[in-house]
């Protein structure tokens, strides 16, 4: 009975909808939905529900169609529609990718709805965001939602509004800048400009919400674009395609027509890593979440704008992990916790009237599973190296208190702390449980 009810309610929906076949559209009377994320290191996790199975996407507006993961074999529960191999190249220093291209599936984002979406599978199980982000991300969505509808992202209280284009109504905003967009294979780009020592250099940048850095900048000699000193060598996140590597660095200024954002963190990534992203002549890099979340942003494809008001993140300070250390969610761990139960135990008194009463704590034991953390990438020379860890190590403290207690956004944050701060990591390596101390090192000071 479920289930036939189940489809009556599609056939009604594909009814009603099918002059707008491939296209997302808000399916209520206001014509708009809000829809709650989760802001994870500067990258927006959405529920999305692909042929009636809820999933946690990535909001990346760098990229095209979406992309499902197929850690869990998920793709199998999604029912995919006639599938066809293909392979993708994205960002990193590996090799193309395997994927299976599927048509005719039915996506929702809230009331957002498209009954007939393209989506790309990949079938490499090892490719896996969420140990990296400590939260589960299914897959990636951009363009697509983008190109049907007005999206408004508030940074400041954590939703996005999908609104139908018809329904929109541009209000008047005396503090916001409104920013011209282009288009190169469905993806944003927007012209600002960048203050490295004294000169202001016109760029044309990509809008990568799908980032968690500031600013990646492309060296290019003959444009002025170089890396200043002081800069470091580091891991700068992960690809498609695999790891991507490159330089650190600040720069004086990030200039967004009227809006200027001074002393930003900014990324030079090694060209070899980046060989997709400069068969775009034009480009000169990426303005990503951590500039991005400043803004309140409201994007309109259809009239090539994105219109920018400054939010309470706008003077946040910009910083960056001084540890060395890069760390993933593994698995779990089992973990040994104590509980106190008190008891209280009458003894009568035989040479007076009142009772006495004896208080008891024993204690008692609980087997918890908790989330476990490990080293999975460190930076040559850095604090956390020259302290003697290394890669493999499983975090089972830091600063005295059980790592566990942290979600992983917590615990990176602690490497993201003033100069000289002190860290004491116990960990685990091969059975043996080793302490460590060391101070963060600021390398841009």
Known sequence: ????????????????????????????KKGKDKIKFKLIHNLIIIPVEING????????????????????NISDSLKIKNPQKIYLKGLGEGESIEALRSKNNIFKIGEAININQDLYAIRDSNLNFSPKLGVPVHGIIGYDLFKDLVVEINYAK??????NQADYNNKLCRNCEMLRLEFYKNKPYLNAEVEIDE?????????????????????????????????FYDFLGHGLSGSVYGKRSRIKA????????????????DSVSIGQ?????????????????????????RKAN?????????????????????????GVRIIKEAENFISKNKIKNKTMDNDNTK????????????????IVELRADSPAHKAGLQIGDNILSINNKPAYQFTLQKLIELFYDDHGKRIKLKIERAGTVLTYNFKLVDVLK
């Not at 990030?254 to 990534?269: D, Q, R, S, Y």
């Not at 992203?277 to 494809?301: D, M, P, Q, T």
């Not at 208080?359 to 490990?374: E, F, G, N």
């Open 277 to 301: 992203a400069l068969n775009h002549k034009e480009r000169h890099g990426s303005v990503s979440g951590n500039i991005l979340k400043r803004f309140n942003l409201v994007f309109n494809y």
């Open 53 to 72: 199975v809820t999933l946690s996407f990535l909001v990346d507006t760098g990229v095209s169609k979406p992309i499902v993961f197929n850690f869990l």
């Open 254 to 269: 990030f200039h967004l027509n009227k809006f200027t954002i001074k002393t930003p963190n900014v990324a030079f990534p």
């Open 359 to 374: 208080v008891v704590i024993s204690p008692s034991y609980r087997m918890s599973i908790k989330p476990a953390y490990v």
């Open 199 to 231: 000169s202001r250099i016109p760029v044309k940048m990509l809008i990568d919400s799908g980032g968690s850095d500031a600013l990646w900048l492309f060296e290019n000699e003959a444009d002025n674009i170089t890396s200043s000193n002081p800069s």
């Open 1 to 28: 009975m479920k289930k036939a009810l189940f489809v009556m309610i599609l056939l009604v929906l594909a009814s009603g909808l099918c002059h707008s076949q491939g296209q997302f559209i808000i399916n209520n």
């Open 158 to 163: 954590g939703f996005l509004k999908l609104i």
């Open 306 to 330: 994105v219109t920018l008001k400054k939010n309470r993140f706008f003077k946040e300070s910009f910083k960056y992990n001084k540890s060395g250390i890069e760390l993933e969610h593994n």
